[in-house]
């Protein structure tokens, strides 16, 4: 998990006032020249309903990552990084585990991976329901007629 937008990169150290903090651990950590940390500005960027969320989602390809989630909502949008930061924590503590929870996604919190539940539609659950039961009547009309010869093999070595 990268922990910074996609248009923040290591590999420039020209971006817009964002300079890197630590690149020795192997991690590199982005910060501005002013902090002005607003929840508010995230706002704008999160769909307020889980269907809108959960349309995002579909667009996507999965599984994704809660980084990838968050550039796709921002996305053409270059906020400060502390709005995307923002984004990022909800998404990852609040609307992916509640959409994991009513069943749309999967998330795996601890690797902040994200995949749409493939849900089939009411049609191809009843076409499936359906042969499942054309199957299971199959199955019980041979069973019936294995026993009906079976009896009448009996009934015609007995009086023959």
Same mark, same amino acid.
Do not use: K
């Given at each position: 998990?990268?922990?910074? /937008?996609?248009?923040?990169?290591?590999?420039?150290?020209?971006? $817009?006032?964002?300079?890197?903090?630590?690149?020795?651990?192997?991690?590199?950590?982005?910060?501005?020249?002013?902090?002005?940390?607003?929840?508010?500005?995230?706002?704008?960027?999160?769909?307020?309903?889980?269907?809108?969320?959960?349309? !995002?989602?579909?667009?996507?390809?999965?599984?994704?990552?809660?980084?990838?989630?968050?550039?796709?909502?921002?996305? /053409? *949008?270059? /906020? /400060?990084?502390?709005?995307?930061? $923002?984004? &990022?924590?909800?998404? &990852?503590? &609040?609307?992916?585990?509640?959409?994991?929870? $009513?069943?749309? !996604?999967?998330?795996?919190?601890?690797?902040?991976?994200?995949?749409?539940? $493939?849900? =089939?539609?009411?049609? *191809?659950?009843?076409?499936?329901?359906? =042969?499942?039961?054309?199957?299971?009547?199959?199955?019980?009309? !041979?069973?019936?007629?294995?026993?009906?010869? *079976?009896? *009448?093999?009996?009934?015609?070595?007995?009086?023959?």
């Amino acid at each position: 998990m990268r922990l910074t /937008p996609f248009w923040l990169c290591s590999t420039s150290a020209d971006s $817009t006032g964002d300079s890197p903090d630590d690149t020795e651990s192997g991690v590199t950590i982005y910060h501005t020249e002013t902090s002005d940390f607003s929840s508010d500005g995230a706002a704008e960027f999160v769909p307020e309903s889980n269907s809108e969320l959960v349309a !995002i989602l579909d667009e996507m390809e999965t599984p994704a990552t809660v980084d990838e989630v968050a550039d796709q909502l921002i996305n /053409p *949008a270059r /906020p /400060p990084v502390e709005t995307w930061a $923002t984004v &990022h924590e909800r998404l &990852h503590q &609040h609307r992916l585990p509640e959409l994991d929870a $009513t069943g749309h !996604i999967e998330f795996d919190e601890e690797q902040g991976l994200v995949e749409r539940r $493939t849900v =089939r539609s009411d049609a *191809a659950s009843r076409h499936s329901s359906s =042969r499942s039961a054309s199957r299971g009547l199959l199955i019980f009309l !041979i069973a019936v007629s294995v026993s009906a010869l *079976a009896l *009448a093999f009996l009934v015609f070595t007995l009086f023959v």
